[in-house]
């Protein structure tokens, strides 16, 4: 049964990414018009541009998710700071916990994936950056947001015994990031298919880092 669940996170995983691959190519074929900013080129033209008339842009939303990012930078670099603490205090990364390491390979697959995409650009904001026009697909705040949040989450049965309080974190992690799922579509400043785009890669990216997870527990049981 466990090994079933595992593979379906693989199997979900490579899904997700399928869809994803092919979801973007058609950001970038379908439907493309000259609706952004300098006249930059936006697919789904008609799509997007009903959703951002219908909730405008709210920058008090904007920055709002834009400082609570902070929040989720803080998160990883504690997860961090855990790490470097284990490997000094242990001397030996292999006396490090399996899941802190994994941890921090897959903070390096998620900025890899955002800088990949701040480099070759599909789409661009909405709206002008204080007089900068940024790339803007997929969301970067939503894919940071639910990428390190869930994984987060998964850490918590490690570190935290009491269970009311496992369950009170959950609880405010799942909270906050509705929120800033939420906020980033209602703030304006992406257009819906970027956000839509954010979703589908974390997708793919969880569902990966849950296979691994699950695969370390799964050789702790065998010991």
């Not at 869809?19 to 033209?45: H, N, R």
């Not at 939503?142 to 496992?166: G, H, W």
Request: with cysteine.
């Amino acid at each position: 049964m466990k090994l079933k669940r595992i593979n379906l996170s693989l199997i979900t995983s490579f899904c997700l990414l399928i869809l994803f691959i092919a979801y973007t190519w058609m950001v970038m074929k379908f439907d493309q018009a000259a609706i952004g900013p300098q006249g930059s080129i936006v697919g789904f033209s008609k799509l997007n541009q009903y959703v951002h008339d219908l909730f405008g842009v709210n920058m008090m939303l904007y920055n709002l998710t834009d400082i609570l990012g902070f929040v989720v930078l803080l998160l990883m670099g504690i997860f961090a700071l855990i790490g470097v603490t284990q490997l000094i205090k242990r001397k030996n990364i292999n006396m490090v916990d399996k899941n802190i390491i994994l941890l921090g390979v897959y903070y390096v697959l998620v900025f890899s994936v955002y800088l990949f995409f701040e480099t070759f650009v599909v789409n661009y904001r909405p709206i002008l950056i204080e007089g900068v026009l940024e790339a803007s697909y997929p969301s970067s705040t939503t894919m940071l947001a639910l990428c390190v949040i869930p994984a987060t989450m998964m850490q918590f049965k490690y570190y935290i015994i009491n269970k009311k309080v496992r369950y009170a974190l959950n609880v405010v992690c799942s909270i906050f990031l509705s929120f800033m799922v939420f906020g980033r579509i209602l703030s304006g400043v992406h257009w819906f298919t970027d956000i839509f785009g954010g979703i589908l890669i974390s997708g793919v990216l969880v569902c990966l880092y849950v296979y691994f997870e699950q695969q370390i527990n799964r050789k702790k049981a065998f010991k």
